[in-house]
């Protein structure tokens, strides 16, 4: 049974920094690329950020965001800086086959995190 779990949201003010964490199990982690998707209320799911299976490849939607993944821990890690109140939203991290920047390229989803950036 495939897991991903994510970590490390909560509040904090604008201009701080966090770092999420996304945990998987019941996949071979290496095979997949990860990516990081937000939504916040009454919006779609929009890429934040994605890392191929070979951690080659990173890719951000914004300078101030970005991820790497440690295949020996199966753990992808995005981290956050100059956070703004529009950064408000629900986080999740997928997995997919293939680097994909779309969500309905992942077939693996976690539960997603809350982060909130009060202004």
């Known amino acids: 049974q495939v897991q991903l779990v994510e970590s490390g949201g909560g509040l904090v003010q604008a201009g701080g920094s966090l770092r999420l964490s996304c945990a998987a199990s019941?996949?071979?982690?290496?095979?997949?690329?990860i990516g990081w998707f937000r939504q916040a209320p009454g919006k779609g799911r929009e890429f934040v950020a994605g890392?191929?299976?070979?951690?080659g490849g990173t890719y951000a939607a914004d300078s101030r965001f970005s991820i790497s993944r440690d295949n020996a821990k199966n753990t992808v890690y995005l981290q956050m800086n100059s956070l703004k109140p529009e950064d408000t939203a629900v986080y999740y991290c997928?997995?997919?086959?293939?680097?994909?920047?779309?969500?309905?390229?992942?077939?693996?989803w976690g539960q997603g995190t809350q982060v909130t950036v009060s202004s």
């Open positions: 997928a997995a997919a086959v293939g680097m994909s920047f779309q969500a309905a390229g992942y077939a693996y």
């Open positions: 019941g996949l071979t982690f290496s095979a997949y690329a």
């Open positions: 890392v191929r299976r070979s951690g």
